[in-house]
């Protein structure tokens, strides 16, 4: 069974500081691993994706992510969040072909001035 | 500007009628995807097509219906809507390049069913 797991369902910040989103997965074979952000009353935009190489991945509007086999694990991280980064965050995971995408449940990101 | 489009926006109807819902993409991608997004935010795939076939095809009830007349295009029929039905139905376009598998949203339809 193919699981993503977002741990928080909420996390709240203010604007300026730091920020990490944990995701966690559970996966048979060859995974590839996204971030996409959904804004309020949107679809979902596409932050960044690892599939190989170097571990840690940059993505749009400064957010990163870093894999790690051991931990099973593909947290988002951004160094300064804007008021802007407010949204939903979801995690998502897929095997080889990428037409069977498992999302995690969430995380909702509110940026407090 | 290229996207993936949805019609309609918002649908509200009784148990028990038929609707359709509308997906284009003008990416040029070869996979498209209907998801279901519950009032939790929640996301279920529910179909992906390749060029036009099949490929998965989710535990969905047999009223749901997948339709694609093209590679760009990819349609969704229900015909004979519950009350479990409301949800938003996100339908979304990949190609795969040798870094994996980067999708693109349309806005979503909004299903009511009353």
């Known amino acids: 069974t193919q699981t993503v797991s977002q741990s928080d369902a909420h996390v709240t910040v203010f604007e300026g500081d730091s920020v990490e989103l944990r995701c966690n997965y559970s996966?048979?074979?060859?995974?590839?691993l996204s971030w996409y952000i959904q804004h309020h009353g949107r679809g979902l935009q596409f932050l960044l994706k690892?599939?190989?190489?170097?571990?840690v991945v940059q993505g749009v509007n400064g957010f990163e992510a870093e894999f790690s086999k051991s931990d099973s694990s593909f947290h988002l991280r951004k160094a300064s969040v804007h008021w802007s980064d407010s949204a939903v965050y979801f995690c998502a995971a897929s095997g080889t072909g990428g037409y069977k995408v498992v999302f995690g449940s969430g995380t909702r990101l509110l940026v407090s001035p | 500007e290229t996207a993936v489009f949805q019609t309609p926006n918002y649908h509200v109807t009784q148990v028990g009628n038929e609707v359709s819902f509308n997906c284009k993409q003008t990416?040029?991608?070869?996979?498209m995807y209907w998801y279901k997004q519950d009032s939790k935010k929640l996301l279920k795939i529910m179909f992906s097509?390749?060029?036009?076939?099949?490929?998965v095809n989710e535990t969905v009830p047999r009223r749901f219906s997948p339709q694609s007349s093209d590679k760009a295009h990819l349609n969704l029929r229900i015909k004979s809507v519950e009350p479990e039905d409301s949800a938003v139905y996100l339908c979304?376009?990949?190609?795969?390049?040798?870094?994996?598998?980067?999708?693109?949203f349309g806005p979503g339809t909004r299903l009511t069913v009353l």
């Open positions: 097509y390749n060029n036009k076939q099949l490929i």
């Open positions: 979304a376009s990949s190609n795969r390049d040798w870094g994996g598998y980067e999708q693109y």
């Open positions: 990416l040029g991608h070869d996979t």
């Open positions: 690892y599939y190989s190489g170097n571990p």
């Open positions: 996966y048979g074979g060859s995974i590839y």
